[in-house]
Structures are given as C-alpha cells and as structure tokens.
C-alpha cells in the first residue's frame, strides 16, 4: 500500500485520541481530516454533511480552501460528493476530472486534484455525510486504502449522529441525522398516538470500535462466529421448530449467511483495519442495510434482513448479551417501533404506557393489527426502514388515520396533532352520547351493530360501546397468545367470562381457527406449500376430533343455562358442517348422560368465508341456524390475494361488482331461507364500506371496538332506500372496476360523518 503513514490502525488510535480531547466540535473535525490526510498521504480531506435540505455542506478540510468551509454547499444530485451520498457506496477514482459527474467548485481551489476516494458516512444505513479525500497525482487508491476510509467514516458517523455539530449549523440546513422525519405507510389501526420511541428489539450499543489488538479481535470475531453457526444448526435439529414452514426457511437462509465466505471477509477485513470485532461487524450491517434500503427486489430485501438478524446475533454475542433482549421498561407515552412482532409480544408490554405502534411490514388483517386495534393502539405499518431512521426515546406521531408517521416532528406539526387528539377526544365524547340510542337509518331501518372481540381486554366494550352482542368472538386468540395448549379448564373460565360479560346479549363464538396465519408457537406444524390454502380451522378440526370436542364442551359447559351460538370457520363443503354439528350433538348428549347443566338452547352456524359455498348457499342456509361472512377470507380467496402479504393484500377493492355480487347472493339467500346472517370481516368496521354492505341487504354487522362509534354514527345518518337506489345498478353494470369514488361521492352529497 503507497503511502498510509503507520496504517490504518494508528490512524483509529490518533482518532480515538483526538475524540477525547475537550476541544470545540470544528476544532475536532478539523484535526480529524489534518489525520486521515497526513495518514493516507493524500493532499486533500474533507468532511461533508447532509444536511436537513437534502443538501450536501463543506464543514472541514485539509488541503482545499479553508475559506470554503460552511460556504460550499452542493445538491445531493451534484458531483461525485453527491453520488457518493446518494448510492452510499464509494467511489475510487485515479482521474476524477474525466468522471460524468464530475463537478468544479471554483471557491474550493480542487482543479488541480486528479484522484478522488470518496465514502459514504453511514449510520445504520443512512447516509449522514461523505468524507472525501484527494491528491495532486493520478493515484489508484488501494482496497486496503478504501476500506480505511471507510472505517474512518465510520468514526465520524458518532460525531454526526452525536448531534455535536448542530451546533456549528445555521437554523433550518443543520446536519440531517436528526431532522424531522415524515414518512406515509398504511393504517393499521385507527387513532391518533403522540409519544417517544421505543425500540421491540433494542439496537445493541457498541460502545467500544477501535480495537487494542487486532490479533484478539480476529479471534474474538472468528468464535463469535463459530458459535453462531453452532446455534443455528442446533435449532435446526430442533425436531420442533424444524418442522414449522416459515420458520425453517428463515433459519436455513441463516445458515447459509453464517457460511458465506464473503460477509465474513469483509468484517475480517474491517478488524484489520483496527476495528474491534463488534465495531466491524456493526460497519459491514452499516454497508448491508445501505445496499439493503436501495434494493427494488423483494426477495433480494427480505435476504438483506435476514442479514440483519444475523448481525444483530452477532452483535449480541459479542456485547455479551446473547441472553436476548433485555424486558424493556416503558417510558409514559411509549410508541413502539419495530420491523414485525407476535401478537403475544404486544401483549406482553403494559398497555396503559402504549400511544402506538409502527411496524416496517404489518397487514391490515394480520393478528397482530386485530390485537392492536382490540387494545385501541394507533397503528401504522409498511412504514419503509422506520428502524434504522429513529434513536429510542425520539419524539414521535403515530397517526393511524391517515397512516403517517411523523418522526422528531417540528413543533407546528406537533401542536396541530395535538389539537386532532383532543379533537377526537371529543368526537368519541359524542360517540359516548351515542351509546343508548338505537341504530336505526333515518328511513327507519334497525341495523344491529355487534363487537367483534377475541380477548379478556374486549370485554369491557361491550359496555362502552352498548353493542348489541358479541358478532365473532375469536376463540384462537386465547391459544394465539399462550405458551401452551390452555387447558379445557382455562378455556372454559375464559368462555364464562365472555358470557358474564355480555349478559343478555348474544356471542357467537367461533370454534378454533387455527393454521394459515395463526399459528400456533408451541403446536408442530405440518409443512405446506400454501399454509392459507392447508390443513387449518375446521379441517384440522374435524380431522383431529380431541381437540374440537374438549373445545366444545369447554363451551357448553360455560354456557349451561343460557344460549350458545357457536360458529365453524373455513367450512368449505356443507358436510363438514353436519359433521361439525355432529360433534356438538355428541357433546351434548355426554353431559346430558353425565347430569351436567345444559345451556338453554344451542345455535350453530357457519362463517361463510370459502368461496365454494357461494354455489351451495341452498343446502347451507336449510341446515345451518345462522351464518356469518367471514370477508377477510372470502375476499381473500375470491381474488386469490393473500390477506397478509403487503404487496397484495389491497391490490383488489372489495367495494367493486366481483366482491358485492358475492357478498349480495349470502345476504339474499339468508333472506330466502328466513336465516340471520351478519358480516363479521374488517369491511363492516369501515364506514363507507358498512355502507355498502348495508345498501345490498345487510343488518346485522359486527366491528372492532374502535371501529363502533363511527359506523353507528353514520348508519343513523343514512338513508337507506337512497343509497340502495345508488348501489345496486352500479352492482348490476358489472365490470370490476371499483364503486368507492361513487360511494364517498355519494356520502358526501349526503353530508354522511364518515
Ligand atoms: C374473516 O375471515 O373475515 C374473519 C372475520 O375471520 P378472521 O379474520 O379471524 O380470519
Ligand atoms: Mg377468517
């Protein structure tokens, strides 16, 4: 290597020296870049910092005009300074000048450097600022010399990230590492959440980067390694997790990254550098998160996460924390940030210190988003990289209504959210008033309006809200967020609850709707191309009777002396229904035979959520005592777009004739055949969409808590008649195109509270 007076590595020492030196922030930079210059032989070094504008600021330099610094300022789309920023990724240049983007700042006096080296300064992933260096001669800076750099860089990310230099800014062009962030994704969860973040899975502080001793931090790294590697084939092997689909997938993607030659040479390469193992294996994240964020691939992005995770696995063991994550305390006001989490998890944080969640995935049906909107969390999801961009405790916006995250948001964007909170404050006042009216449309139609629930935490909305019963009730929440099988006994002290709960009112419970997307932790799961298309709910049910049967009786017995009304989901062919009804009537002559208390009456019905029984809807209504449409799979299945994969699950509108065609035929035949039908899926708990179903025959809807206030304040706005005069030609014309352009037209003329 030419030049490089004493390495890189006594170049990180020098660093290390000149970051403890109580000396101003522009002093401290600008013996920074005296170093890296003497150290790399270059002519030239300069720092460059990103700042709020998106623009790029000269803040030190060796070697270009002193008088530049803070006056030059370039575009992120300008020079080589810029492209280096925007692709965070080096350039190497022996002839600079000959370069497309090359571009010539007079004041800066560069005309007469030939070589460029310029990187990225990176924190976890984001680009804070480049560092430049330069010389006279035509030069071909080395992969030893680039790397340096690039570990140098790294150094001077803590300085940025440090919010030091904030200091040496003029207000509204500081550095961007903190400024205010705004980013749109997709509401989840309805509500409104001010708060600071908090990290799901805390990022790991690595405190120490320069290291003592190469030597010891190749080993370091090499077991740390090692061990990873030892861990992921143990689990592996673990016939248990072995067998769940998904799961087994990731951890094979694992091991193939915990063996690849190349990421394990690039943070070789950064220890050699004089990077401690941790600090190196944070560089090269650094890097792969960059990559990572610029990547259109899909599939190429979910491999860079599960790079991520390794890393983070590393970084673990290496800071001695390879225990997991440590429980978190919550501060007041704690909005949780995180690239996905079980439900379970969720739950496990105390609730009353919860304002809202951000997720990078999330879907609008997955049971994390069921549970968030049960414990009336604003949530948002599809919120791109919201991980790498937030430090904990960073002020934060979660608006679940339009889906927006604001991230250290500006003071007015602050006070105007403030103002939207108490706004909503008082419209869920109005709501409250709304509570022992009746849900009649204008024109004098009732529509019962039902809650659907699936935990203790639901229960107190049957109050709240004075819905009419329970519309589902989502048995395999309790099985969703246990560690083991509840017992008959602890499913059976829930159920009663539930009843206790609701008094008079109806519940329909819905027996175990378990396989597809609920899965359970601690039950094998059978291997399967196509988990939502598989071996799940009553199929699993009807094959392994056990546990069906303990479930009902689970709930004949907490329902002894009232009425139980239980519902079969995913019935695709009327048999499995009689076979379903089958099983209760032997439950029921058990307890008879055993002199148990019997409920008072039993109803069972069907969730009608499989599209084949929309050719069967005769057979079904004439046996079933009542049905419920289970729309988030029936639309799922009717346009074959998976409920929970971001990139389709809203690419079909179900306010289109496909989906009102389907969901007219039930509520006609339900009519037919005098049967009760309600619609039990996500649609009903939108207003507009509630509209819709209630303009093609439906009167019975159940919604999510949140969701209640505002259905039942614009059904008793509506007319009826009027807005079924809208629908239904729409509905006739055919096509597929989608009818919500017409419908919030429609609403709006009407003066409709959506
Ligand atoms: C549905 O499919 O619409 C439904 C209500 O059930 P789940 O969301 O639990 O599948
Ligand atoms: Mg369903």
Redesign the pocket.
């Given at each position: 290597m030419r030049g490089a007076l004493g390495g890189p590595r006594v170049l990180l020492r020098r660093l290390r020296e000149v970051m403890a030196e109580p000396v101003s922030a522009q002093d401290r930079l600008d013996k920074i870049v005296v170093l890296i210059a003497a150290n790399m032989v270059a002519e030239v070094c300069s720092i460059y910092v990103l700042r709020v504008d998106g623009t790029l600021e000269l803040y030190a330099t060796e070697g270009l005009n002193r008088s530049a610094v803070h006056l030059t300022v370039m575009r992120i789309d300008e020079g080589l300074v810029g492209t280096v920023a925007r692709e965070a990724e080096a350039i190497s240049l022996s002839n600079a000048q000959a370069h497309p983007a090359f571009s010539y700042r007079p004041e800066t006096g560069e005309e007469i450097y030939h070589s460029f080296l310029g990187v990225p300064i990176l924190r976890a992933g984001n680009t804070l600022g480049v560092l430049v260096v330069q010389n006279r001669a035509h030069r071909t800076y080395t992969e030893e010399e680039v790397e340096a750099l690039q570990t140098t860089a790294m150094v001077l990310a803590e300085i940025i990230a440090s919010g030091e230099l904030t200091a040496l800014a003029v207000p509204g062009a500081e550095p961007a590492s903190r400024r205010p962030l705004h980013i749109n994704g997709l509401a989840l969860s309805d509500g409104i959440g001010l708060g600071h973040v908090v990290l799901h899975e805390p990022r790991i502080e690595v405190t120490k980067v320069i290291a003592e001793d190469v030597q010891s931090e190749l080993a370091r790294l090499d077991h740390a390694v090692e061990t990873l590697r030892t861990s992921i084939d143990m689990l592996l092997e673990d016939e248990g997790v072995a067998r769940v689909g998904e799961h087994r997938e990731i951890l094979e993607a694992y091991r193939m990254f915990a063996h690849d030659r190349g990421w394990i040479a690039r943070m070789r390469e950064a220890v050699m550098t004089g990077l401690t193992a941790e600090g190196a294996v944070e560089r090269v994240q650094s890097d792969t998160r960059a990559r990572m964020l610029r990547m259109t691939d899909p599939y190429l992005r979910e491999r860079m996460h599960d790079l991520d995770d390794l890393a983070n696995r590393l970084l673990r063991q290496l800071t001695g924390r390879s225990g997991g994550p440590e429980p978190i305390q919550l501060p007041e006001n704690a909005v949780i940030v995180a690239r996905n989490m079980s439900p379970a998890a969720l739950l496990d944080y105390d609730r009353s210190r919860i304002r809202g969640l951000v997720l990078e995935e999330g879907a609008a049906?997955s049971h994390l988003t069921i549970v968030a909107r049960a414990l009336n969390i604003a949530a948002v999801g599809h919120v791109e990289n919201i991980v790498g961009q937030v430090d904990p405790g960073d002020a934060i916006i979660v608006d679940g209504v339009g889906g927006e995250v604001h991230v250290r948001p500006p003071a007015d964007v602050e006070a105007a959210y403030a103002e939207k909170v108490r706004f909503r404050a008082k419209r869920l006042e109005q709501y409250a008033a709304l509570r022992d009216l009746p849900t009649v449309t204008r024109d004098g139609v009732t529509i019962e309006l039902h809650l659907n629930a699936g935990l203790l935490v639901d229960l107190p909305h049957i109050e709240e809200t004075g819905a009419t019963g329970i519309g589902?009730f989502?048995t395999e929440l309790q099985f969703m967020i246990a560690s083991a099988f509840p017992r008959t006994n602890e499913q059976l002290r829930l159920y009663r609850s539930v009843l206790d709960s609701a008094g008079e009112r109806p519940v329909v419970f819905r027996t175990l709707?378990i396989g597809g997307d609920k899965v359970l932790p601690y039950m094998r799961a059978v291997e399967e191309e196509n988990p939502a298309l598989g071996w799940r709910a009553i199929r699993l049910g009807l094959d392994r009777p056990g546990l069906l049967r303990s479930q009902i009786r689970a709930l004949l017995k907490a329902a002894t002396g009232r009425e139980l009304r239980l519902i079969f989901?995913m019935v695709s062919v009327v048999e499995e229904f009689d076979k379903a009804r089958h099983i209760v009537e032997r439950e029921l002559t058990h307890l008879r035979r055993h002199g148990h208390g019997l409920p008072d009456r039993v109803l069972v019905g069907v969730?009608l959520?499989v599209p084949s029984l929309l050719f069967q809807l005769d057979e079904l209504f004439s046996r079933i005592d009542f049905a419920s449409v289970?729309?988030?799979?029936?639309v799922q299945f009717l346009f074959a777009a998976d409920r929970g994969n971001s990139r389709v699950a809203d690419r079909f509108d179900p306010l289109s004739p496909p989906a009102l065609r389907a969901l007219k035929a039930i509520a006609d035949a339900a009519a037919r055949h005098g049967k009760s039908v309600t619609l039990?899926?996500?649609l009903a708990s939108r207003p507009l969409e509630a509209l819709a179903l209630a303009a093609i025959g439906y009167r019975k809807l159940s919604v999510s808590p949140a969701s209640f206030g505002p259905v039942k304040a614009m059904l008793r706005e509506l007319n009826l008649a009027a807005v079924a005069a809208v629908v239904a030609p729409l509905i006739e014309a055919g096509g597929s195109a989608s009818i919500r352009q017409r419908l919030a037209a429609f609403a709006e003329a009407s003066g409709l509270p959506l």
């Open positions: 049906t589902l989502r709707d989901p969730m959520e289970g729309s988030n799979d029936l039990c899926g996500e």
